[in-house]
Structure formats: C-alpha cells, structure tokens
C-alpha cells in the first residue's frame, strides 16, 4: 500500500491517531504475547483455543518408532508390485493346478495389507507381515492364498 493511502495521512493533525481520549496508546497494557493466558486473558484463551493448557494421556519413556513402523498397502495397489507381463502370463492360470504368481510385499516395503478395493478374478499368492481380515477374504475369495512371513 503507498504511503498516502496509508491511516496515518489521515489522522494527521488530530492528535489521537484513533486511539482515544481516556484510555490512551500506551506500549503492552496486557502484557507481550501470550502472557496472561491463565490469568487476565483467560477468557479469551478458553473462547479462541480451549485445550491449550494442560495434558493429556500417559507419558512413553524414550519412545523408539522403530517398532512401528509398519507401512500398508491396498489391494487395490497390490498388482503394481509385479510388472504387467507377470500378470497377463498368469492369467489363465487355475490356483488349483497351475503356478501362480507370488507377490511379497515385504520386500517392496510394505508390511501389512489392507482390503480396499477390489481384486481381477486371478488368484496369487501374496506373502506379509500382516493382514486385515477384509483383505484376507478377498484375496481368498479370488483363489490366491495368504502367507505370513517374519
């Protein structure tokens, strides 16, 4: 904004700049930032930002998120771990008597399956972690099998 547009042009020669006659512009009258959080601006605090203040839950004493870690995958998303020709190879395959193929998610980073989404009518064999009980279903459901792996 140029300097002519600016309040102070206007207020110029009026002495109070907008700020009053009894109550006077004085530097911090309620103190620098949030000070008086618990005290004199409580009311404000509770109103704008209630939670600010206080805890919540138990304390976890060096916390090491390596245990953790534990990235999902759908099934939706399961067929990109394995190139396009693996998947037309076998898809006339029967999981009763044909080789299917074996998708291990472990080794694509992935440690535990999800069931969102759905599955082409092919079975395979898909190797995790873990997997969520939708997820087992349909990839039972289309004839593949799951197998836990450490």
Request: hydrophobic share 30%; glycine share 12%; aromatic share 10%.
């Amino acid at each position: 904004m140029p300097t002519r547009d600016r309040n102070t042009r206007h207020h110029r020669g009026q002495r109070k700049a907008g700020y009053g006659r009894v109550g006077k512009h004085r530097k911090h009258p309620g103190g620098r930032g949030n000070a008086g959080g618990q005290h004199h601006h409580r009311i404000w605090f509770d109103k704008y930002h209630p939670g600010y203040f206080g805890k919540v839950g138990m304390r976890y004493f060096h916390k090491t998120n390596n245990q953790f870690h534990c990235p999902s995958i759908n099934l939706d998303r399961i067929w990109t771990l394995v190139s396009e020709q693996t998947r037309e190879k076998y898809a006339k395959a029967d999981g009763a008597k044909d080789a299917v193929p074996v998708i291990d998610c472990t080794a694509a980073g992935f440690f535990k399956v999800l069931g969102k989404g759905v599955l082409p009518k092919q079975p395979m064999i898909v190797k995790a972690k873990f997997f969520s009980k939708g997820a087992e279903e349909k990839i039972k459901a289309v004839g593949g099998a799951c197998v836990l792996v450490a």
